[in-house]
């Protein structure tokens, strides 16, 4: 697959492509239909199958002030289109200048003389381009003037609700991670590089790794099993994310993974925590005693979920 940073980046015209257009921020089932459907038609045509997306997130460019928080980095969008079958990924930079573009001057000046359609996919709730003017309407009046098929899927649900990353990010606000992961279609994750901590985990007989995350989105605070992610090894775990509210209550939250069955250091290494299902919530103890067996029972469900 090849990313590109803009339509601009690509130098001769495409022979022909299907596409679609949108934010796929977590590439959720919903996503995954609608880019299955592209990669199909595209392969079935001897087309190029493209996919266009923004960043940064155009809410933190029109909505400085109350940004969406993104799910995932682009680099994660990219892995998963990429194990789909995508021919191109095209991150198109998005500014304030850019945020002024009609629809009618994206398609027509931008999209049409380089990528070629010959059919657009986008999903249920699509609109784009200045003030959202790009409505599905909209698009339709300009693929009869640019000669393209256009087509719409219906919205995919689960549990009676419609999948979106914005219902994404409601369950990781109420830790249920379960869900999460039957949405996305994949484990949520954290990655980032482990860091020393106050090393009060390994006073208690628990030693954690300290995961230092650039990641805008973290579940629920709580005690959850995992697994830490390591050169690819699957390590099965306990992870916290809270304040530690028995010894300081810290207004920073921290993410503390004790892995059950290695005793080595992970300091310095880059790591991956997959979220696989909430214990219970964070609590205060009155005691270092209390949270210790409180820890061991913990660890017992933890191993009985693993089956060790």
Do not use: W
């Amino acid at each position: 697959m090849k990313v590109v940073q803009g339509i601009s980046e690509i130098k001769y015209p495409l022979k022909g492509s299907v596409l679609t257009i949108g934010n796929f921020d977590g590439v959720h089932i919903g996503h995954q239909q609608l880019i299955a459907q592209v990669v199909e038609k595209a392969k079935k045509n001897g087309l190029c199958s493209v996919i266009i997306t923004f960043a940064p997130h155009p809410s933190k460019v029109l909505r400085p002030e109350s940004p969406v928080a993104q799910l995932f980095p682009v680099e994660d969008m990219a892995k998963q289109m990429e194990k789909m079958g995508v021919d191109v990924l095209i991150v198109e930079p998005f500014d304030l200048k850019f945020s002024q573009l009609s629809a009618a001057e994206f398609i027509g000046q931008r999209v049409t003389p380089v990528l070629c359609p010959k059919e657009i996919i986008v999903g249920y709730d699509f609109a784009f381009g200045r003030g959202r003017e790009g409505s599905f309407d909209n698009l339709l009046s300009l693929s009869k003037k640019y000669s393209f098929d256009l087509s719409r899927l219906d919205p995919v649900t689960l549990n009676g609700e419609i999948v979106s990353s914005s219902r994404v990010r409601e369950l990781l606000k109420q830790g249920d991670v379960d869900q999460v992961s039957m949405l996305l279609g994949r484990p949520f994750y954290l990655s980032g590089i482990i860091e020393r901590g106050e090393g009060r985990g390994e006073k208690l007989g628990f030693p954690t790794a300290n995961l230092n995350t650039q990641f805008e989105v973290l579940p629920a605070i709580g005690v959850y099993i995992t697994y830490f992610i390591v050169d690819d090894e699957y390590l099965p775990s306990l992870t916290n994310v809270g304040r530690k509210p028995t010894f300081h209550d810290s207004h920073e939250i921290s993410i503390e993974t004790f892995v059950l069955d290695k005793g080595r250091s992970f300091y310095g290494e880059s790591s991956r925590i997959q979220f696989l299902s909430r214990i219970r919530p964070e609590l205060k103890f009155s005691s270092a005693r209390e949270l210790i067996c409180q820890i061991d029972k913990d660890v017992n469900v933890a191993k009985k979920y693993f089956g060790l």
